[in-house]
């Protein structure tokens, strides 16, 4: 049986949620994601079902079994498939009218018009250097970037042009050195300074085993990831997207939240004051961690 696709019936039961002239906005608007693995992925797949109209995704990887615990588009049909084009392919299964545009390494080539383009940019890589040239290129641009934190709770952040990017807010050895310059203690440095911001602001080290954490900070194991975290953070950055594009505000800043579903709550970070205090506390803490 052949099946005729029509968006309006696609859409039908988004209205309500949004107007059908918001929707019509949807269809118009394009969104880059970096990375359509994890978290990325899950953003990619709610914005198909949304009704975007167009897509510009770019990753570097295949699919492999070890991603089936948490992404989205990874399949047994897909494994071995370049993860970027196998999510390209399965969201025309969703909506064959979605213009979809792919880049594999090539992608650092095609990023200055792949944010030009662009509504709102995701941050769906877990590559520091990559990191770095979509934040920077995007300040230059003037878009806004919807990011989440290395955490174990869902989390997500909006950093728009005029915010400082993760390097400077979190103070990352690397605001003098090109993306692609990087050393390996900047990048351990990095991480630190991240993995020292969601223990600050957030319950997390609750909710993981320490032991293991500590052999990821450094640099021992591959990071921990839990489907429920993961599709949950896509999707917390589905809805930033959405509002960005439909120029509604935004629920989250340039510091983020993080969600807590064990508790049924959300965190934000702390005051500066405080966190300043406590900062020296939990760098002892990662210290004792990691040894």
């Given at each position: 049986m052949t099946l005729m696709f029509d968006y309006a019936e696609f859409s039908t039961r988004n209205i309500g949620f949004i107007s059908e002239e918001e929707q019509a906005r949807l269809r118009d608007s394009t969104i880059f994601v970096c990375g359509t693995g994890g978290m990325g992925g899950a953003c990619v797949m709610a914005l198909a079902r949304a009704g975007i109209g167009g897509l510009i995704l770019a990753?570097?990887?295949?699919?492999?079994?070890s991603n089936f615990n948490r992404q989205a588009f990874a399949f047994l049909g897909t494994v071995g498939h370049h993860k970027a084009e196998a999510t390209r392919d399965l969201c025309l299964t969703?909506?064959?009218?979605?213009?979809?545009?792919?880049?594999?390494?090539?992608w650092v080539e095609h990023v200055e018009d792949a944010v030009r383009q662009s509504a709102i940019v995701v941050n769906g890589t877990d590559d520091l250097g990559a990191s770095l040239l979509l934040y920077r290129t995007a300040r230059k641009h003037g878009?806004?970037?919807?990011?989440?934190?290395?955490s174990p709770l869902p989390?997500?952040?909006?950093?728009?042009?005029?915010?400082p990017m993760p390097e400077e807010r979190l103070d990352y050895p690397t605001q003098d050195t090109a993306w692609d310059a990087l050393t390996d203690g900047q990048r351990r440095q990095a991480f630190l300074r991240e993995a020292e911001y969601v223990i600050l602001n957030s319950s997390s080290r609750h909710h993981v085993d320490l032991d293991l954490a500590g052999e990821v900070a450094a640099g021992k194991r591959s990071r921990m990831s839990f489907a429920p975290m993961v599709l949950t953070t896509g999707m917390l950055m589905a809805y930033e997207v959405i509002a960005?594009?439909?120029?509604?505000?935004?629920g989250a800043d340039c510091r983020g939240w993080f969600f807590n579903p064990y508790a049924g709550r959300v965190e934000r970070p702390r005051n500066r004051l405080v966190a300043s205090?406590?900062?020296?506390?939990?760098r002892r803490f990662l210290q004792k961690m990691m040894t």
């Open positions: 990753d570097i990887d295949t699919f492999e079994i969703i909506n064959p009218e979605l213009a979809i545009t792919v880049y594999k390494q090539d878009k806004a970037v919807v990011d989440a934190y290395a989390s997500v952040y909006v950093t728009q042009a005029r915010d960005g594009t439909l120029e509604h505000p935004h205090v406590m900062k020296p506390v939990v």
